[in-house]
């Protein structure tokens, strides 16, 4: 297996990339995300993150191991699974809900949309943002086998360790406010 860089260019509402102007959400994304599977990576021929990028790097282990097992199995259907958006600094998980609070006029309103610093499981590694949106559906239905679970309903894209391999997932909260 092998890594590559990939752009996904995923508007993940409230999970992703909603900081205050595009050339910083482009750079920012550029950085961060990561594919798994593809052509090689030159200073990587056996990984399947790279663990030097921070987003990558400051996950929980054992959620990027299962990442790393899901990915290799989703390539066999010939899926490849993305990070969008994985660990985040307190200040970008600010900044992200700052900016969902000027959008939807609300903090009650942007919770549903956006994690403040002190709740999102991006900023403790718990939490990965997952792409294209075929690599979602595949998640969707075989994370399970990997403890992999979507969290909130309006988040199909928003994935977390919440089960042992082969478990059961946790029934969906309807918004991450309700977390
Ligand atoms: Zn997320």
Known sequence: ???????????????????????????????????????PAPS??????????????NLDPDLLEALESAARDAREDGVTLAVTSGWRSRAHQ???????VST??????????????????????????????????????????YGLCQMFANEIWHFELATSPGGECPEMLPDSSYR
């Open 44 to 57: 990587e021929p056996g990984g399947i993150f790279d663990v030097g990028q921070p987003t990558i790097g």
């Open 104 to 145: 939807y006029g609300s903090e009650e309103e942007a919770r549903r949309y956006v994690s403040t610093p002190d709740t999102s499981a991006h900023v403790t590694g718990d939490a990965v943002d997952i792409g294209p949106t075929e690599a979602d559906d595949w998640l969707n239905r075989h994370g399970a086998a």
């Open 1 to 39: 297996m092998s890594a590559t860089l990939l752009v996904v260019a995923l508007v993940a509402l409230g999970c992703g990339n909603g900081t205050g102007s595009d050339t910083q959400a482009t750079s920012e994304g550029l950085a961060q995300v990561r594919s798994i599977g593809g052509q």
């Open 94 to 100: 600010q900044q992200l809900y700052d900016d969902a």
